[in-house]
């Protein structure tokens, strides 16, 4: 007789063991999320730095996440996802470690600072590692047909924590003082070391594996589509404080949350839309409604427009890296999965790199409303490329 397949699982039996997965993520991205919005200030009031210092202890941790991203997909590949994770969850804990220690040695600034900079260096690893192994992982244990479903709940688990983490940083350093960060990153971190210990992992995928710079032109045309798009999201999240006051406006946090809001939201109610009508029709129609949302931002007569804008940024870009992702997933073999996740992942992170100086330079020349009058600009040439990339997959 030959063997009986197993029953086809449940979409919520698929959606729970993604979420088992992602927590990890949402843990990380928690540890991520608790110093972002006090440490700028402890580096130039506690420590005595300059403003300058402040913002490069802050992108130390994005350009080691962006240099890390190759090693994250390659270690995911061959070591396996579930090891990456636990590397990263590592790193995580010496990150906690190594602030608290800084926070110790407050009295000698310099040694102080070269401390918490490297502590932040281990961070970015961590994230990159953890990034690429979750999503991995998530797409080995549910099948590649889940991609979608895997990469949007990983981006709600990242999203939530952040903006759970960042008012929760604030309360904790007013209330313990700095050196509670630090604690609490080692113990959520070790915490969720030993949660992982016996949780089982996916074999790792045998086969020819690509030189990474093979993977990363593969995958390049879909992840400038995805730079493209997302410049938008750095862009309102680094200026919208500045585009407010400048307009003489209050409230540039309310844009923020709806912004947060709106991407979260689209992300629980259709996700399952990729799969349904696919991974560029999805891209080109959330692109869309992104890039109305950005020339609503750049027009608007008032905070309610704006905040309406903002929502539709939101809603829109929700759905744009998932949606390419499925495409661009498709271009490497199982084999090379972690290194294609790596790649792509390389292209959101430049996006936001890159946002900040570029748009800074259009606000000192033309103004600040200009600066979602360009994002929406690069959104549209982000629309035309991924037309282009549709056009030649079907032919």
């Not at 959520?188 to 070391?193: D, N, S």
């Not at 696919?278 to 608007?300: H, K, P, Y």
Request: proline share 5%; hydrophobic share 55%; net charge positive.
């Amino acid at each position: 007789m030959p063997a009986q397949q197993p029953p086809p699982q449940s979409s919520m039996a698929i959606t729970l063991q993604i979420v088992s997965i992602v927590f990890y993520t949402f843990v990380a991205f928690l540890c991520i999320g608790l110093p972002i919005a006090v440490l700028p200030g402890y580096v130039h009031e506690q420590l005595g730095f300059s403003a300058i210092i402040a913002g490069l202890v802050i992108g130390s941790q994005y350009l080691a996440t962006l240099l890390s991203r190759p090693m994250a997909g390659r270690m995911s590949d061959t070591l396996g996802t579930k090891r990456a994770i636990v590397f990263g969850l590592s790193g995580i804990v010496l990150s906690g470690l190594l602030t608290l220690i800084s926070t110790l040695l407050q009295a000698f600034p310099l040694p102080s600072l070269i401390i918490l900079i490297i502590g932040r260096l281990l961070l970015g690893v961590a994230q990159g590692l953890i990034g690429v192994g979750t999503i991995s992982w998530c797409m080995g244990q549910v099948g590649v047909e889940h991609t979608a479903r895997s990469i949007g709940w990983n981006g709600i688990a990242s999203y939530g924590a952040i903006a759970i983490g960042a008012p929760l940083g604030v309360v904790m350093v007013a209330d313990y003082g700095f050196a509670s960060l630090g604690i609490a990153l080692s113990i959520l971190a070790a915490g969720a070391l030993v949660l992982i210990r016996n949780k089982p992992s996916v074999p790792v995928v045998r086969g020819e594996r690509l030189p990474f710079w093979a993977v990363f032109g593969r995958i390049a045309p879909y992840g400038a589509s995805l730079s493209l798009a997302s410049i938008g999201y750095g862009t309102l999240t680094t200026f919208i404080t500045l585009y407010y006051l400048n307009r003489g406006w209050s409230g540039a946090a309310y844009c923020l949350t709806v912004f947060g809001v709106c991407f979260i939201v689209s992300r629980l109610l259709f996700i399952s839309a990729i799969s349904r009508f696919g991974g560029f029709n999805s891209a080109i129609a959330c692109m869309s409604i992104e890039t109305v949302g950005l020339v609503l931002l750049w027009l608007a007569p008032s905070t309610a427009f704006a905040l309406i804008g903002a929502g539709l940024a939101g809603f829109g870009l929700s759905l744009v890296y998932p949606a390419l992702g499925v495409e661009a997933i498709k271009q490497v073999p199982s084999s090379s999965r972690g290194s294609g996740l790596g790649a792509y992942a390389v292209f959101f992170d430049l996006a936001l790199a890159i946002a900040g100086p570029l748009m800074g330079a259009v606000a000192l020349n033309l103004g600040y409303a200009w600066i979602f009058f360009s994002a929406a600009l690069l959104s549209v040439i982000g629309l035309g490329l991924t037309l282009l990339l549709k056009r030649w997959a079907m032919s």
